[in-house]
């Protein structure tokens, strides 16, 4: 069983949670209207072979010359006959056809699941992809404003004889630097959102306010029981077995194509025939007897395509056990980077501080003090970047095995 936990407090958008942004994803994806839309063509193809084998109604009328009784003259033969007809061969091939379809269906049924799992699957990946790239860039934003105040510190410093002019250009340095990855993080920050914004077709000003919230997750299950699990319930694996039955039983509609083409017509007819009215039941049958059967042929294509289906679906259920098989590992590698990253930040903020205290009494250099604020500035983006991967993975988990 998947047990419950809690993840650390992380900002996230205020005015969009990560389920809205899922579903919103999915009525934006076109792959998933895509896949709609071809269910709405199997329903109409199932309906379609459903009402094949029904008998259609047959209506007549004829005119033409004849020659009159002891040849003295030409009177005209006409009738009007109604009746009903049906193919024998469409009755025989019903039950293959109407079976082919309702797999087809359900094969477009599944699909559109497995479009939607996809869709919730690339939603979470750019919602955490842009609270990461927004927490990212005021990290930056805050070295920024800390190298100002180093550059500041060291001026002032210079100026009353207590540092080397050195200090000032060290400090140039590490201000020029944290510019140039701010720039980089906005830039970053913009395209994260605008993609997260796109595929969820919501207002980019909506994702301009965080909240706090603590993430729920999951401990991540035991690689093996996750993989039995995905493999029964995953509807890209239904959606080829449906295929499957459906390549089947057009195995069985080509068995029944050799089969000769008969057709049965009856109903009531009403005329003339050479100047006497007549009038009665009417009966015609029809048979086709193809010389050369085009029936084995059609068997071995449609076997064929039977064989593509399992090898597919085989293909599918290897590609599906190591995706989850991955996505567990990760969960729990995340889990362990995320308390080592936590451990690695507090260690620099420490050590930060330590060097800070020894900068103010002369024990520690200008050139000590920008690298313990780049190894303490790193060490908090790792920290935060590893929080949301983590929470990035669990989230995955919840898609890939539903």
Same mark, same amino acid.
Do not use: K, Y
């Given at each position: 069983?998947?047990? %419950?936990?809690?993840? +650390?407090? #992380?900002?996230?958008?205020?005015?969009?949670?990560?389920?809205? +942004?899922? =579903? *919103?994803?999915? &009525?934006?994806?076109?792959?998933?209207?895509?896949?709609?839309?071809?269910?709405? =063509? *199997?329903?109409?193809?199932?309906?379609?072979?459903?009402?094949?084998?029904i008998p259609h109604l047959v209506g007549d009328y004829s005119l033409a010359p004849q020659a009159g009784p002891l040849d003295v003259g030409t009177v005209e033969q006409h009738y009007f006959a109604v009746g009903a007809g049906v193919s024998i061969n469409d009755i025989v091939a019903s039950s293959s056809a109407v079976r082919a379809a309702a797999d087809e269906l359900l094969a477009a049924q599944r699909s559109a699941d497995a479009a939607e799992l996809a869709a919730r699957e690339n939603a979470a990946k750019l919602y955490f992809g842009a609270l990461q790239a927004i927490a990212v860039d005021r990290i930056? @934003?805050? @070295?920024?404003?800390?190298?100002?105040? $180093?550059?500041?510190?060291? $001026?002032?410093?210079?100026? @009353?004889?207590?540092?080397? =002019?050195?200090?000032?250009?060290?400090?140039?340095? %590490? #201000? +020029?630097? +944290?510019?140039? !990855?701010?720039?980089?993080?906005? @830039?970053?920050?913009?395209?994260?959102?605008?993609? #997260?914004?796109?595929? %969820?077709?919501?207002?980019?000003?909506? #994702?301009?306010?965080? %909240?706090? !919230?603590?993430?729920?997750? &999951?401990?991540?299950?035991?690689v093996d029981r996750a993989v039995a699990r995905a493999l029964l319930v995953r509807p890209e694996l239904a959606a080829l077995l449906a295929t499957l039955e459906a390549r089947n039983a057009d195995v069985a509609k080509a068995r029944q194509a050799g089969l000769p083409v008969a057709t049965i017509e009856g109903g009531y007819q009403k005329g003339v025939d050479t100047g006497i009215p007549v009038q009665g039941p009417q009966v015609t049958a029809h048979l086709d007897v193809p010389l050369a059967s085009e029936s084995v042929d059609r068997v071995a294509s449609a076997q064929a395509q039977v064989d593509t289906a399992y090898a597919q679906l085989a293909d599918q259920r290897r590609r599906i056990a190591l995706e989850v098989a991955a996505a567990v590992r990760d969960a729990r590698a995340e889990a362990v980077a995320t308390l080592a990253a936590d451990t690695a930040r507090d260690e620099a903020r420490r050590a930060l501080d330590a060097v800070e205290i020894g900068y103010r009494e002369g024990a520690s250099s200008s050139l000590d003090l920008a690298q313990a604020r780049r190894t303490y500035e790193q060490a908090s983006v790792d920290a935060l970047v590893a929080e949301y991967q983590r929470a990035l993975a669990l989230a995955t988990l919840e898609v890939i095995i539903p």
């Open positions: 069983m998947i047990v %419950t936990i809690a993840l +650390a407090t #992380l900002p996230v958008f205020a005015q969009l949670s990560l389920v809205d +942004a899922q =579903q *919103r994803a999915i &009525a934006n994806n076109v792959d998933v209207q895509t896949a709609r839309q071809m269910v709405r =063509q *199997r329903q109409a193809d199932l309906h379609l072979a459903r009402i094949a084998a930056r @934003s805050d @070295s920024v404003r800390g190298a100002e105040r $180093d550059r500041a510190a060291a $001026d002032l410093r210079v100026r @009353s004889g207590e540092s080397p =002019q050195l200090d000032v250009v060290r400090a140039d340095v %590490t #201000l +020029a630097q +944290a510019r140039a !990855e701010a720039a980089r993080a906005r @830039s970053e920050r913009a395209n994260a959102v605008d993609a #997260l914004a796109t595929a %969820t077709a919501v207002d980019p000003v909506r #994702l301009e306010n965080l %909240t706090p !919230e603590l993430m729920p997750g &999951a401990q991540p299950p035991d």
